[in-house]
């Protein structure tokens, strides 16, 4: 696996060179993640003029002996506490450099500054998004580690699925479907679970409350695994009890057509406001103009938000081997409502089009 | 409770008044918590010359109808995807603000830019740690959240000690005490619990593996509740099985002693190195000096790792009303360790001295 990850810091310090700054310094954790294969709390790459060193603080908590970490990359444990993009600054300042690209959309004012008082003649320019750049499109190893993620929470919700609902509050089955997460092999939730039962229900991102499960509700549950670092979404929409309200199914048929025409939309050369105009243009001709999502979807990867972004500003065109969320929802306030959010990578048409990680049935089931 | 928010804000706007900057913004998500009694997602807080203002962003996961923000509190949702610091400065500018006291530690080098773009003409000074100062001393109100989280703690923590323990794995262990915690009326865990069994026990920030608990092991479990924001820490050692070995008896007796030391120390007044030397000592006087935890204690509040810092650099003295943690330890490589971990708050010795929160005993227990 060495190989994989020196590659990837080969394309970035070509990049960097020809952005004219020999040397650069990763910060952001999931960065430092794709670059080295591990992040030990704290600790930051240096593409050097000359060599590649991973600096590790040596505070309470870090955990230098990551065994996925690249073997071939050399490792600095800084004792002493200091900060160690601080000591990269010094070492790329001893190596000669002149300039450093910084993340500076990572790092703080105060870090940025005493990277400046400890090497002054050193030039700090701006990294910017080139990691996340390189991040977007995924190997397929990369992949691999998506679907087994995705099939981690299709089990967990499956199992929830089978189980009594009824009473039970959004806090305990948020924490149940966790449980089940990591008992079917996952490191962990991919971001927190959301369980939104009744006037809850469609919104996204909704933090679970001490509500509980009522006939007739309508019951948004989102949820992730995260596998080996790599994270998946997927979300769902139930009816509570055995006969959905008119205008449950009503709704809930809306945002499955939303859905599908944004899933459909996926393709290479797409452009991303494109995916999300495909589905948002079905919830505005219903009359959602203040209900429904800001934003139809967005990659997935190492981050549970990643680029590209669907939505309606956005910028660029898709590629091949981009995992993104597609998850058109529509929220009534006071009355609840509907979220289908499925994770898929996008495919040319030859290789079979959109491929969906995420198989959980989009039925209306009624439970 | 929002007199207590307002007064809050006064001392912080007197003392950047002082410092020469009559306007102020919080971006640290735990400081504007602290100035509002809530922090929506993304959430800012501009003390401006005229009035304050909370800056919410329009994003997704926002949750602007935060239940237990300062109804007093003038509220702006920012709609189209707007950076609120950016938008604060430009607020600022336009009351006439000359400078602008920020948060250089809590801020990136790209928002920081970004606002001076928008007001070439703001100065932007730094804030530092001003409201991280005003939080290390507590009120009566906060020490009770404390105390129940502590309790919370240990009644998890009572739980799974009735419970059969051999041949679970330490992320299994893990996920069920966060269950109890939240069983328990935690918001949820203060902090990724931490289960160390076997070779790992004794060693602080440990993250749970698929490693199982075996007869004879020593098992470290390190926990806290969440409770209205407010965060405790407990950390206990046992042994499983029926009789501990030698080793394990002595290295257990003097990690307590050592507890102990540091337990007995926290008076208003104290410096805090001498807490943690205290502690320290005992520990290096059998010889352990490189196996033994950097830090002795920290503060915990709204956040689990706050100042003051009881470490051997540690600069300034205890006051009363702050609380910290005790939590020495040794792990020696390839065996395991102990670590033992309270919260406690420092009060007068008229008042009784510290006064321990989490209560579950630190006898060596064998399971």
Chains 1, 2 share one sequence.
């Not at 870090?111 to 050193?122: D, K």
């Not at 962990?188 to 409350?209: D, K, N």
């Not at 992730?224 to 769902?236: F, K, T």
């Not at 495909?278 to 990867?301: F, K, N, S, W, Y």
Request: charge should be negative.
């Amino acid at each position: 696996m060495s190989e994989v990850y020196a590659d990837r810091r080969v394309r970035l310090r070509d990049r960097c060179a020809a952005a004219g700054s020999p040397a650069a310094l990763v910060s952001r954790p999931a960065n430092v993640r794709y670059l080295t294969g591990g992040s030990p709390a704290g600790a930051v790459l240096l593409l050097g003029p000359e060599e590649d060193v991973l600096l590790c603080p040596a505070a309470p908590g870090a955990d230098p002996a990551d065994g996925r970490l690249d073997e071939l990359l050399r490792q600095r444990l800084l004792t002493g506490g200091g900060d160690p993009v601080v000591a990269a600054a010094d070492v790329a300042r001893r190596a000669g450099a002149e300039a450093l690209a910084v993340e500076e959309h990572h790092l703080t004012v105060a870090r940025h500054r005493a990277m400046g008082s400890v090497a002054p003649s050193l030039r700090l320019a701006d990294l910017a998004g080139a990691v996340e750049q390189l991040r977007i499109v995924k190997d397929e190893d990369e992949i691999a580690c998506l679907r087994i993620a995705a099939e981690i929470a299709d089990q967990a919700l499956g199992e929830l699925l089978e189980s009594i609902l009824v009473g039970r509050t959004e806090r305990h089955l948020a924490l149940e479907l966790e449980r089940r997460l990591v008992d079917h092999g996952a490191d962990g939730p991919a971001f927190p679970t959301s369980v939104a039962t009744g006037p809850h229900s469609g919104r996204g991102g909704h933090r679970p409350t001490d509500r509980r499960v009522e006939e007739g509700d309508f019951l948004s549950v989102c949820l992730g695994a995260n596998y080996r670092g790599y994270r998946c979404e997927i979300g769902r929409t139930f009816v509570i009890g055995t006969t959905p309200a008119d205008w449950q199914i009503e709704l809930y048929d809306l945002v499955f057509a939303a859905q599908r025409a944004g899933r459909e939309a996926l393709l290479p050369g797409a452009e991303c406001r494109d995916i999300d105009r495909a589905a948002r243009q079905i919830l505005l001709a219903a009359g959602h103009t203040d209900t429904c999502a800001p934003l139809t979807g967005h990659g997935v990867g190492l981050e549970i938000d990643e680029d590209p972004q669907l939505a309606p500003e956005a910028m660029g065109k898709l590629d091949a081997c981009v995992p993104v969320t597609v998850e058109p929802g529509v929220h009534l306030p006071g009355r609840g409502g509907v979220r289908i959010d499925d994770t898929l990578v996008v495919r040319q048409e030859a290789d079979g089009g959109p491929e969906l990680l995420t198989i959980t049935t989009k039925e209306l089931l009624a439970l």
